[in-house]
């Protein structure tokens, strides 16, 4: 898919001013700081798309953005910054979790786990969530350029094995780098995939 257009709509801290969810929608989530803003950008082609940043936290809101008009990208809030008041990390989950069960235009979460670490609680936490909410969800592992390609493939390996050990069917499993583009075709070739099951009537009835 060729990105034409790729335009900030509005950001929300509730479900309710969202855009009406009359286009298919794809959401990013994970961790604070694993790189979500940054893999938009990167997709986009657009480096000051979506606002990134070194320290964790830095995205509080939904952000939507329309895509060549056809379709939307959402970049989310982390889950997980450890630095945040309890009050805080409480008002994050009710943003991601309002979000998530209040979007029927939602065709999948892009669900971002840094490649670099072992599995981590709070995504096993958020997968079964997902799982428990059929969610349908594919998993992305960000920051490849970090690493070399024998370890990739060994902590790839080792994520899969843990999976197993929940999951009977695993998802689409891309790995991604928003320093030197691995993974954008694949991530677009899925969202232009997935558009062609978008059912508008079903949803806007
Ligand atoms: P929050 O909005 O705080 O939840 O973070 P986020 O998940 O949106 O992360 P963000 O895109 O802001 O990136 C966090 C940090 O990781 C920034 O310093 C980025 O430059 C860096 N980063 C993100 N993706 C990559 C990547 O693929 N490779 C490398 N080397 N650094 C990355
Ligand atoms: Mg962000």
């Given at each position: 898919m060729i990105i034409r257009s790729a335009d900030f709509v509005i950001s929300n801290s509730d479900v309710k001013g969202c855009p009406q969810p009359r286009l298919p929608e794809y959401a990013f989530i994970g961790r604070s700081n694993v790189g979500k803003s940054s893999l938009i950008n990167m997709i986009c082609q657009r480096s000051k798309l979506a606002k990134t940043s070194g320290?964790?936290?830095?995205t509080q809101l939904i952000n939507h953005f329309n895509i060549n008009t056809d379709w939307f990208l959402v970049d989310l809030p982390g889950y997980g910054?450890?630095?945040?008041?309890k009050d805080q990390r409480k008002e994050f989950s009710r943003v991601i979790t309002d979000y998530i069960g209040g979007r029927?235009?939602?065709?999948n979460l892009f669900v971002l786990i840094d490649i670099r670490l072992e599995p981590q609680k709070i995504d096993n936490e958020f997968l079964q969530w997902l799982g428990e909410n059929a969610i349908p969800f594919v998993l992305i592992f960000t920051k490849c350029d970090k690493l070399g390609t024998n370890q990739i493939q060994s902590n790839l390996a080792a994520y899969k094995r843990h999976l197993k050990q929940v999951w009977d069917e695993l998802p689409p499993l891309f790995l991604s780098s928003a320093e030197t583009g691995l993974g954008r075709d694949e991530i677009l070739n899925y969202i232009e995939e997935t558009n062609k099951s978008f059912d508008f009537k079903s949803i806007n009835r």
């Open positions: 320290t964790p936290g830095k910054y450890a630095r945040a008041s029927p235009n939602l065709m």
